[in-house]
């Protein structure tokens, strides 16, 4: 079974950064699992943020945060962010799928964490 656990969020000013972290227990960085993070703001839909294979070599990118946003897969699961603004506030969350290949779809992951708050003040 694979626990997913964020952290790193909080309350930002416009135009600032943050660094989310995703820990893992099982074996989620160490075996063949593609990994996301998506994020759903209050009245919204989840949506996808961005995504890397299982190797942490290849990436995907919603349009909204690219250029701004980058993740990263080595011993956890990293999504650093810049630029930051208020419509970025929103519950992110970490996802995990047990295939090789990432995906822009919510449908895909089998495993999720608790999510974790991000503020952006304007």
């Known amino acids: 079974q694979v626990q997913l656990v964020e952290s790193g969020g909080g309350l930002v000013q416009a135009g600032g950064s943050l660094r989310l972290s995703c820990a893992g227990s099982?074996?989620?960085?160490?075996?063949?699992?593609?990994m996301a993070w998506f994020r759903q703001a209050p009245g919204k839909e989840r949506e996808f943020v961005a995504a890397?294979?299982?190797?942490?070599g290849s990436f995907l990118y919603a349009d909204s945060v690219k250029g701004r946003f980058t993740i990263s897969k080595v011993n956890s699961l990293s999504l650093h962010m810049n630029s930051l603004q208020p419509e970025d506030t929103a519950v992110y969350y970490c996802a995990a799928r047990s295939k090789m290949q990432s995906s822009m779809l919510l449908g895909d992951y089998d495993f999720w964490g608790q999510g974790t708050q991000v503020t952006v003040a304007s």
């Open positions: 890397t294979d299982y190797a942490g």
């Open positions: 099982g074996r989620v960085f160490s075996s063949l699992y593609a």
